[in-house]
């Protein structure tokens, strides 16, 4: 079975930071890997989605890495903002099914 | 863009009473739907995946009595939570796989229901 972990759980910076959080995974076997955002009490935010062929995608500020062969997937964000404090969860997606990392809680600080 | 609706965002009942929530796919039809629970704190936990027309697969260790879905038609799943008791609370939320062609891009998920049981 699929097992999704992230490190750290929880990350705290100060504004305008450069900072990278992991996932892993370890089944390779997967469509694509997605990146979400959650903010308390909230709905989970699309980010980026990889796919299984791709290696990275950007949005803004964001870039996403993907290395199926060693089970991997960083999130990059630059220039972080307090805006960015959340939850940032990844899930990677075996088929028809996702399967969702532990989560890292970001906090930056003004 | 896929936008699924999650329904209601927040509601409170008393333990021993039914609660339904609503999952609708706005602009595209979903064979499959997920719900999907969080407990404070921790990641989100698959509790079941709701196909349109026939019955649910529950993920080990749910209750299929307690948590009641209905897929009946290609854009409504609902997810009723029978005879609630105060450890139901919690924070569902749903998710909607449009198809085999959406292997390809990403899941639309809805904006979670919190559920508190008093």
């Known amino acids: 079975k699929q097992e999704v972990t992230q490190i750290p759980a929880a990350l705290s910076v100060p504004e305008g930071e450069n900072l990278v959080l992991n996932c892993s995974f370890t089944d390779s076997a997967i469509y694509n890997l997605q990146w979400f955002r959650q903010d308390p009490g909230k709905g989970l935010t699309s980010l980026l989605l990889i796919q299984s062929s791709q290696r990275e995608q950007t949005s803004g500020r964001l870039n996403a890495s993907l290395d199926k062969s060693s089970g991997r997937s960083t999130l990059y964000i630059a220039a972080s903002q307090p805006g960015d404090s959340a939850t940032y969860l990844c899930?990677?997606?075996?088929?028809?099914?996702?399967?969702f990392g532990t989560g890292t809680s970001l906090t930056v600080i003004p | 863009g896929a936008v699924v609706s999650q329904h209601p965002s927040r509601v409170i009942c008393k333990s021993g009473t039914s609660v339904k929530i609503e999952c609708r796919s706005l602009d595209f039809q979903a064979t499959t739907m997920f719900w999907y629970r969080q407990f404070p704190k921790q990641s989100l936990m698959l509790m079941a995946t709701?196909?349109?027309?026939?019955?649910?697969?529950?993920e080990q260790g749910v209750e299929k009595d307690k948590f009641l879905i209905n897929h009946a038609s290609l854009t409504l799943s609902t997810l009723t939570v029978t005879s609630a008791h105060p450890e139901d609370s919690s924070f569902y939320i749903c998710s909607a796989f449009p198809g085999q062609g959406a292997l390809n891009y990403g899941y639309t998920f809805g904006s979670g229901t919190r559920l508190t049981v008093v």
């Open positions: 709701s196909n349109e027309g026939s019955k649910a697969t529950y």
């Open positions: 899930a990677a997606n075996t088929g028809n099914q996702f399967y």
